[in-house]
């Protein structure tokens, strides 16, 4: 393709609202808006992407991307600016998104159970307000999550220990989607808001964390405003229809597989059962494949196999022998920008290094008068001087073993 008709506008400068330097290199060489929005020479890159993805059989190796590989069969790359939480065991490698990963749980001391008793606690609708006011750590209480399943209107009455966070992901798939449950649903279904447990509920999907399992002689609502009742136990004074592993996973939780605390990590996602996340992938590829001058992509990434570019020449006619160079290779199957601007060679130069096409052709004077034009991979400091009739084969061998 052609310089002129992708509209390519690179800058010398990175914008001010560069969130990373990838993001900076994107801008710069005219990938992207500052607003993030791919331009004609982006969309070139994203169709190039997405005919690797469907064409690959181990992409982000070809691309040279450290992935993180969670055991749902995502595919994340780490990075600071990330917008999705995930954790990490720096031992064995298990990851998952914060809101779906697994933990080995710590259960309770053992302790007979105590018969169930009903206590006055006035003002106390929350957790922290329960356990100050009866001077108990929060792990001793059952916290309620009241929802209504959005499918039929089923009320879905959620019991978590008390020093955990539900996990609606986890909640959402086990039962499928679901609202917050109205006040109104709240009482005909015979709790109540901020003093509500599962005992005594009818026609209610009670679900509850494992660890509530395990776990004698909590604190619950009395499903009455005011009341609470001490030492209740699952099994003996309620049962649930659905019993699993609901609550979030923290950083310094152990390991599900080994034991090992858990660490946070910020990343984006570059795959899901959705299929692959191409502009993702892009801003990716930009943060690990750069260097001073601009962006260096791997060839499985590149939008163009080779920037082509001319010097004019006095004596020789560059610009009719770059055309017929763009028009032979493009013949071979090799992927060639153009660039047929009436710019000066600084400004070209240093546009095809910003862009980063794996292969630079310069067709010039100096040079055509020996029959050569030269050729220079991106990422290497050295060019060397080929004849046009053997640039498609030189190109080609190039191409299978550059990254």
Known sequence: MRYRDLKIETQRQAPANARTEGFAFLVRAGYITREGDPSLLGEQALARLNESAKNSTDLFTELGLPVIQSEADEIFFSIPTGSVEILLCPSCGYSARRETAKFKKQALPTEPALPMEKVLTPECHTIEALANYLNIPKEKTAKALMYTRISDGKFVFVAVRGDMQLSEAKLKKLVGEVRLATEEEIVISGAAAGYASPIGLENTLIVVDDLITQSVNLVAGANEAGYHLKNTNYGRDYKAKVTADLVMANAGNACINCGTELIENQAEIL??????????????????????????????????????????????????????????????????LIDDRAERAGVKFNDADLIGCPIRITVGEKNLKEGMV????????????????????TIQSLLKTTK
């Open 271 to 336: 795959k899901d059962d959705s299929g692959f996340w191409l502009e993702d992938i892009l801003d990716a590829m930009a943060e690990v494949h750069h260097d001073d001058k601009g962006l260096t992509l791997p060839v499985s990434g590149a939008p163009f196999d080779v920037y082509l570019m001319q010097l004019p020449g006095k004596q020789v006619d560059t610009q009719g022998k770059a055309e017929e160079i763009y028009t032979n290779l493009q013949g071979t199957g090799i992927r060639v």
């Open 374 to 393: 030269e050729l220079k991979p991106r990422k290497s400091t050295e060019n060397k001087l080929v004849q046009p009739a053997e640039l498609a084969h």
